[in-house]
């Protein structure tokens, strides 16, 4: 799977919106851009998921770049419950490749 | 819908003892993945499995580790003689099917070795 790179840390105040961004250099033409967030002492969760269009769903929006080297991940309005690590990951589905491989995430801290 | 569980949540063993941590997936899912987060790291694949078939155990340890998942009952991670380095928390996710977009996650089991 090819690499992504996140900031280690973010900060956002409660209710503001929040972009996570995601660095994907060396992504492929098949890699789908995925996102996940493991809240404290939980396990981690299904955010979003793209391949070259925007993405919209309820818990957030995906935005990926025209050459798809980059990728950030949009918390419209941030509440404190939105305070997790966030792993942006590339899986190429079409050679069955199942596995999902955490980098080190974006730990995201939410300021009352 | 029953999301996937894991039992135990917290498991004591002291080095030398046998850890079986188990797994039960979404209802209707054939699909279940293991992986392991040591303390302070980041979540490491260690196997997937197909009903009563490993898939893929690229992730898993050489020794002491094995992973089932019957026609009938949880997946099952076995860890024989375990060490303090095996202390951590094991996660298990299940999915519908292959190639899925989604893995669903349990609440994971913290194993310490004392």
């Known amino acids: 799977d090819a690499k992504t790179t996140q900031p280690n840390s973010m900060e956002s105040n409660e209710e503001e919106p929040v972009h996570l961004p995601c660095n994907h250099s060396?992504?492929?033409?098949?890699?789908?851009i995925h996102w996940y967030r493991q809240l404290p002492s939980q396990g981690p969760e299904y955010v979003i998921h793209g391949l070259t269009s925007n993405v919209n769903n309820r818990m957030a929006s995906l935005a990926i770049a025209e050459d798809r080297k980059s990728s950030t991940l949009i918390l419209h309005r941030a509440t404190l419950r939105d305070a997790a690590v966030y792993y942006c990951?590339?899986?190429?589905?079409?050679?069955?490749?199942?596995?999902?491989?955490f980098g080190t995430g974006t730990r995201l801290t939410i300021i009352p | 819908n029953a999301g996937v569980m894991q039992n135990p949540r917290h498991l004591v063993r002291r080095r030398g003892q046998e850890a079986r941590l188990r797994c039960s997936p979404m209802k209707g899912h054939s699909h279940v993945y293991w992986y392991r987060q040591l303390p302070e790291e980041g979540l490491k694949f260690m196997v997937y499995?197909?009903?009563?078939?490993?898939?893929?155990e690229s992730g898993m340890p050489k020794e002491r580790f094995s992973a089932e998942f019957p026609k009938e009952g949880p997946s099952i991670l076995r860890i024989q003689q375990v060490v303090r380095g095996d202390s951590a928390a094991y996660f298990c996710?299940?999915?519908?099917?292959?190639?899925?977009?989604?893995?669903?996650f349990g609440p994971g089991t913290r194993l310490t070795v004392t």
């Open positions: 060396t992504i492929s033409g098949t890699d789908y």
């Open positions: 996710a299940s999915s519908l099917k292959p190639g899925s977009y989604e893995q669903y």
């Open positions: 990951i590339l899986r190429d589905v079409n050679f069955g490749n199942e596995k999902l491989t």
């Open positions: 499995l197909q009903k009563e078939n490993i898939i893929d």
